[in-house]
C-alpha cells in the first residue's frame, strides 16, 4: 500500500462548512496527488505536489485548496462544502523511478 | 490535451470466458499507461503498466495488455475469468509530465 494513509475515511457534512482532508505518508516520497471519483467520470486530478510548499492545479481544482508543509502531509481543503463535492477521494503518491502512482484507501465525503 | 478513452462502461461475461477491455489514449511523444483495478469499496490496485521495452505487458491475477502505437491502443485481456475478477478496472496514460489522465472506468461483471 505503500505506506499512504487518509483521514477520515468517512464524513458527513453540511454545505458552507469548511472540510479538511489529510493524505499523509511514510516514504517521503516528493510526488503526491488528491483526485476524485465519481460515476461516469472515473479519476479526474484536482490538485498535486511536487514538493513542500510546491503544488500546481489539475483539471477540476475550482472550489478546493492543498498545503503541503511537510514531505509526509498533503491536505486537501474544501473552504465552503457544496453538494457537488460530495464524491470519493483518493489520495496518490508517485514511486520514483517507477512513473507508477500508488493509491490510499480513500475518503467518502458526503456534503448535505 | 491528453485524453484517455474506455469505450465501454460496462461489460458482462460469463465465468471461464475470455475478456477484453478497451483502451484508447491521446498520441503523445512518451507513452506511460497503466490498468488498474477497483474492488468494491477499496482504492485502487495496479495490474500493470507499459513503460517501454515490449509491447506485451504481463500483470497480476492473469491479466496482460498489448502496447499498439499505431491505433494509440492499450487494451486489457485475460483468457479465463473468474467471480473473484469482478470490479471496475481504469486505464491511465501519463506522456512523462507527471499529470495522470484517468478512464472513466469499466465495469466487469463475471456472471457464473
Known amino acids: 500500500d505503500a505506506g499512504i494513509t487518509q483521514s477520515p475515511r468517512h464524513k458527513v457534512t453540511e454545505t458552507g462548512t469548511p472540510v479538511t482532508l489529510r493524505c499523509h505518508q511514510t516514504?517521503?516520497?516528493?510526488?503526491m496527488y488528491w483526485y476524485r471519483q465519481d460515476p461516469g467520470h472515473g479519476l479526474r486530478l484536482i490538485h498535486y505536489?511536487?514538493?513542500?510548499?510546491?503544488?500546481d492545479k489539475g483539471e477540476v481544482s475550482d472550489g478546493y485548496s492543498v498545503s503541503r508543509s511537510k514531505t509526509e502531509d498533503f491536505l486537501l481543503t474544501l473552504e465552503s462544502a457544496t453538494s457537488s463535492q460530495t464524491s470519493v477521494y483518493f489520495c496518490?503518491?508517485?514511486?520514483?523511478?517507477?512513473?507508477?502512482?500508488?493509491f490510499g484507501p480513500g475518503t467518502r465525503l458526503t456534503v448535505l | 490535451a491528453q485524453s484517455v478513452t474506455q469505450l465501454d462502461s460496462q461489460v458482462p461475461v460469463f465465468e471461464e470466458a475470455p475478456v477484453e477491455l478497451r483502451c484508447n489514449y491521446s498520441?503523445?511523444?512518451?507513452?506511460?499507461l497503466f490498468w488498474y483495478v477497483q474492488y468494491p469499496n477499496q482504492g485502487l490496485q495496479l495490474l500493470l503498466k507499459?513503460?517501454?521495452?515490449?509491447?506485451l505487458v504481463k500483470g497480476i491475477n492473469g491479466f496482460e495488455a498489448e502496447f499498439n502505437k499505431s491505433q494509440t491502443s492499450f487494451h486489457l485481456r485475460k483468457p479465463s475469468v473468474h467471480i473473484s475478477d469482478t470490479a471496475e478496472y481504469f486505464c491511465?496514460?501519463?506522456?512523462?509530465?507527471?499529470?495522470?489522465?484517468f478512464g472513466t472506468g469499466t465495469r466487469l461483471k463475471v456472471l457464473a
Open positions: 505536489s511536487y514538493g513542500v510548499k510546491d503544488t
Open positions: 516514504e517521503n516520497h516528493r510526488y
Open positions: 491511465a496514460h501519463t506522456s512523462g509530465t507527471y499529470k495522470y489522465i
Open positions: 507499459y513503460l517501454s521495452g515490449s509491447t
Open positions: 496518490a503518491i508517485l514511486l520514483a523511478g517507477s512513473d507508477t502512482q500508488y
Open positions: 498520441s503523445s511523444v512518451s507513452v506511460y
